[in-house]
């Protein structure tokens, strides 16, 4: 098992790949043995082979105006209903068959006002309880925030009010980034930067991060609403947390895994207490 400064068995890269600066989204599929990519600056989905490496070509190139991708910065395949969801890059959710290729038009489209999505940074299905959960983020400058957890149906299509709302200064959502779902426990785990990028040049050691404000997991409930604060935290100066990007999952090894990008570091939690059963709920958490 990878740990300190290993080097990559594989490195995918080169024209041929069609991979470009600025993707902060990857799925890998272990069904179907693919790695899938959203490409914000081409406005394009990228499937490749699982075994990929060097300048080996995706096999499926999702791309063009039918498709309504603007900007796609993440992504989630549904294994279990053979679809994928797409952040479309100008507040919508976009839903195509697994396998779409070319420029196709999306199956289902989630967007508008009623909606309450405004700028998308993680996406989960849970294909279990038939759950889409976007972690959806409003900049509204200071440590006002109304970041937070929106929850749809699976199946909902246009502008439709989520089922759920995760929200409020209880939940200490600011700055949300990835969110995951454990769908055996309905447990929703997210990365929360809980900071904002400042510059002071007078200062000694000037940097773009407050250090007293460093970054968390959370882990909710997918019943939770409203400013429910979360029933689980990675979080302090042991975590080595700081800014908090990526989140991902080992149930069965009981396993959290994060990415922060102020160290440029993986992190591995073994958190059994997250997996036994769901946490109890909080004081105040609705249902």
Known sequence: MANGNAKPTRVIAGQTTKVSRTMHGIFYDPKHDEIVVPVALGGAVLTLPGGATGGDAP????????????????????????????????????????????????????????????????????????LIVVGNRVDMGGRESTDGILIFNRTDSGDVAPRGVISGPRTGIIKIRQVVVDEARG????????????????????????PDKTGFIGVWSITDNGDVPPRGVIKGPASGLVWPAGVAINSANHEVYTIDS?????????????????????SGARR
């Open 262 to 282: 102020v160290s440029n570091a993986l992190f591995m939690f073994n958190m059994p207490e997250f997996f036994f059963k769901p946490p109890p709920s909080p």
């Open 59 to 130: 096999i499926r190139v999702l791309q063009g105006p039918k498709t309504g991708l603007v900007q796609p910065d993440t992504l989630y395949v549904d294994v279990e209903h053979d679809e994928m969801i797409v952040d479309s890059g100008d507040d919508s959710v976009l839903v195509f068959p697994r396998t779409a290729t070319g420029d196709v038009s999306p199956i289902r489209r989630i967007g508008g006002p009623k909606t309450q999505i405004r700028n998308i940074y993680g996406m989960s299905i849970d294909a279990v309880h038939n």
């Open 187 to 210: 447990q929703i785990f997210a990365t929360i930067k809980n900071n904002f990028e400042f510059y002071d040049p007078a200062h000694e050691r000037p940097t773009p991060w407050n």
